[in-house]
């Protein structure tokens, strides 16, 4: 058998252990679902995102730069926009985007 394979079967005379890999074992990426919901009449955009995605990188997925701030929620809880996203955030969470002046 490879051991190198991501499915490893281990056959024993009564019985089959089928192990699965994960998502880090397999290669694959682990991606999170967000909601950002802008000021505004703008329509929430669903985004994936990926490990090391940053605030920055998410402002630019909705066609904004810097000018804008994303927070998960009120001024106290802004995000830097190299902030990594991935890591302070849940899957399916809700992420809000609004212009530097708002919170100034």
Known sequence: MR???????????TEV???YPTNDQA??????HVTV??????APRQLEIEP???AID??????LGRDYV????GPEER???????YQAVGNGELLYVSSETTFG
């Open 58 to 63: 998410v402002l630019e997925a909705v066609d």
């Open 52 to 54: 090391g995605t940053r």
């Open 79 to 85: 995000m830097a926009p190299m902030e990594n996203v």
């Open 17 to 19: 252990t089928v192990t």
């Open 27 to 32: 290669g694959l990426t682990r991606i999170k």
């Open 3 to 13: 051991k190198n394979h991501p499915l490893t079967l281990d056959l024993m005379p």
């Open 70 to 73: 994303l927070s998960r929620g």
């Open 37 to 42: 919901k802008f000021s505004g009449d703008r």
